[in-house]
């Protein structure tokens, strides 16, 4: 695949960014028809920043409080976003809410993972809300963008067993270990044209989902899409 045919994306994240090198990882293993134009953080000291340099992948700290108010930094981070023409933006840990005048200029061309079986437990602390619930199973799901957190239409969720003595430590590495496989797969499923929102509704090969993909994962390695 030659670069010009690949859809660029703008990958933005606030920590860690154990999302965005499985992305970096899958583009670079030629499994995702996309490739990573930026990386926009809200903290300076985000991992993910010094993983995209690491990765020759441009990359922005635009920091809050170098704003007057959260208006002022949606609008700069838009601008920032806009400016590499990205085919897709993704939502790779960004712990920040995003105002509505971001949602709107990208609707349809967001996506976010979680690390929950959304619609429940969006937010924070999930994993610790999850075993207090007492669950048996949880999951991560990825979904388009919208005004309401967590809440934009499901694409995509991989489930899997709660285990006797899962901590929210355990539970959240075994969680992120799929999201490392499904978020990948999704973004090639928008890459290739395969996935659209429409009608404030995620479409998969020209058809309106009515529950999200499940994404069986057997073991590690493998994903399979039902
Ligand atoms: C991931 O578990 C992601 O699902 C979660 O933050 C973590 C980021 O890890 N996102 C949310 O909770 C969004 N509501 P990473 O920085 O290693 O990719």
Redesign the pocket.
């Known amino acids: 695949m030659i670069e010009g045919e690949r859809l660029p994306l703008v990958v933005l ?8 090198q499985a992305i970096i990882d899958a583009a670079a293993d030629g499994r995702l028809a996309a490739r990573i134009a930026a990386v926009v953080s809200d903290r300076a000291d985000a991992l ?1 920043l010094q993983r995209a340099r690491e990765a020759g992948i441009f990359a922005q700290a635009l920091l809050p409080r170098d704003f007057p108010d959260p208006a002022a930094y949606d609008a700069a981070l838009a601008a920032s976003v806009g400016s590499h023409r990205p085919g897709l933006v993704v ?5 920040r809410i995003i105002g509505g005048g971001f949602v709107r200029r990208f609707t349809g061309r967001m996506l ?4 929950s079986l959304l619609p429940k437990y ?3 602390d ?1 994993h610790r809300r999850v075993l207090e619930a007492g669950e048996r199973e949880t999951g ?1 799901s990825v979904h388009f963008v919208t005004e309401a957190v ?1 809440a934009g239409p499901l694409i995509a969720r991989a489930r899997l067993p709660v285990r006797p003595g899962d901590t929210a430590q355990t539970l ?1 590495a075994r ?2 270990e799929f ?1 490392h496989l499904i978020y990948p797969q999704v973004i090639d499923w928008f890459a290739t044209g395969r996935l659209r929102m429409r009608d404030g509704r995620a479409w998969l090969d020209g058809r309106a989902l009515d529950k999200p993909i499940a994404i069986r994962l057997k073991h590690t390695s493998q994903v399979a899409a039902s």
């Open positions: 994240a606030s920590g860690r960014g154990s999302n965005l993910a939502l790779a840990g960004f712990m976010n993972i979680h690390p969006p937010g924070l999930t991560a967590d959240a969680v992120l999201e």
